[in-house]
């Protein structure tokens, strides 16, 4: 009797252990062992059987490095978390520990694989080659304007003055005067000699 009431009492402590030992997940994000081609948002998990606020999860890379995750959330028998950055090509395991509600904890852990297609860096357009233009550009030449005052003194010297030939009149006149001046001193000196030699002769 005594050893029946041992086995019953044995039952009922293992039974929730046997229960949690049985819990599993039922849906996940990614999925177990599926190989994504775009790096997941989220890493989500459903088990069949409600959990504790306290269930956590580790995201590891294949070098068993642990991977950066927002804040793990838990709503019944879901748990989630963000990913914070994007994940490299390569697979990456999930460790869980939940804690169902009498308090046992039971573990697991399961491996997805992330093999996003790598961007083709695109080759710029070469820049189409443009013949070089021999001859200079209008703008870079540069056009002299004529000095003003060089031009006023070419034509001051070849132009002559308006008063040149009013110089060159009284020039010519003056001299022309003194022609005649010296016409009439001699005119009158040889009509004086002729006259004074009319008046010895007739004194003779």
């Known amino acids: 009797m005594k050893r029946i009431l ?11 252990g046997i229960a949690m030992a049985h819990s599993k997940i039922t849906v996940s994000t990614p999925a177990k062992e599926e190989t994504v081609t775009v790096s997941p948002a989220e890493i989500s998990m459903t088990f069949n059987t409600d959990i504790e606020k306290l269930s956590q999860f580790k995201l590891l890379d294949e070098s068993g490095k642990e991977v950066p995750t927002g804040d793990i959330s838990v709503s019944k028998a879901t748990m989630s978390g963000s990913v914070t950055e994007p994940l490299k090509n390569g697979a990456y395991t999930v460790k869980w520990t939940i804690i169902g509600a009498d308090g046992h904890a039971v573990d697991g852990e399961y491996a997805f694989t992330v093999n996003a297609p790598e961007a083709t860096p695109s080759k710029a357009p070469e820049a189409a080659a443009t013949p070089a233009d021999s001859s200079p550009s209008p703008s870079a030449e540069v056009t002299e304007a004529p000095d003003a005052s060089a031009s006023a003194d070419d034509n001051a010297s070849e132009v002559p003055s308006p008063s040149a030939p009013a110089e060159d009149a009284k020039a010519e006149s003056g001299n022309n005067n003194g022609v005649n001046a010296a016409v009439w001193v001699i005119a009158g000196v040889i009509v004086i000699a002729g006259v004074a030699i009319v008046i010895r002769r007739g004194r003779k």
């Open 6 to 16: 041992f086995i019953c009492l044995a039952a009922l402590f293992l039974v929730p």
